[in-house]
Structure formats: C-alpha cells, structure tokens
Nanobody, 125 residues
Framework: QVQLVESGGGLVQAGGSLRLSCAAS????????MGWFRQAPGKEREFVAA????????YYADSVKGRFTISRDNAKNTVYLQMNSLKPEDTAVYYC??????????????????WGQGTQVTVSS
C-alpha cells in the first residue's frame, strides 16, 4: 500500500508559479511511475504529467507542455510538479497518483493504483 500526500497548492496570479509536492510512503516508491492529474469544477479529471520510475522519461499534456515540469527524488520519496506561466484555466484540484506496474508509464487515469487527496490551485486573472 502506498499513501500519497500533496502539498504546495494555493492562490497565484496569472503568470505566476507554484511548485507542488507529493510525498509517498512505502519502500516501493522508486519502482512506480508517477503522474499528476487535475480536476476543475464540473469537468472530468484529466492527465497533466507523468514520469517513469527512474525519472528518465516524462510526458505532458499539450495544454501544459513548456510550462510545467515533473520531476522526482526517489531518495526523498517525493514527486514534484513545477508550474510556471500559470493561466486561469489551470485552476483545479491537482492530484498525484502512482502506478505500481514496473517500467510502464501511462497517461490514463484508470490505470493508476494509488491517489492522493488533492491540493487546490487557483489562478486569478
């Protein structure tokens, strides 16, 4: 079992930056691919970014490519999402997720096994 706890959300003006963190419990964190997803009010949860177990491969939604960066520190059992040039349409609850299949990275919500409770990001115009 893996427990995920997100932090770092908040209120920021358009054009600003935030860094989200996701701290994981459990010894097997380093073997899991990790993802960030978001859900805005009235919308379905959507993929934002994913990273392989080693950090060697990363994937991004087109809407955040060039603005967001996902990274991980396996020694700290933590995955990060650096968000720059934020836009009002980035406003959502952001969730991190873990996929326990080794050497697999997916952008599909249903294929992730563990989820955090989410952290609110609000971007004002």
């Amino acid at each position: 079992q893996v427990q995920l706890v997100e932090s770092g959300g908040g209120l920021v003006q358009a054009g600003g930056s935030l860094r989200l963190s996701c701290a994981a419990s459990g010894r097997t964190f380093s073997s899991y691919a990790m993802g960030w997803f978001r859900q805005a009010p009235g919308k379905e949860r959507e993929f934002v970014a994913a990273i392989s177990w080693s950090g060697g491969s990363t994937y991004y939604a087109d809407s955040v490519k060039g603005r967001f960066t996902i990274s991980r520190d396996n020694a700290k059992n933590t995955v990060y999402l650096q968000m720059n040039s934020l836009k009002p349409e980035d406003t959502a609850v952001y969730y991190c997720a873990a996929d326990r299949r080794f050497a697999v990275v997916t952008t599909t919500t249903d294929e992730y096994d563990y989820w955090g409770q989410g952290t609110q990001v609000t971007v004002s115009s």
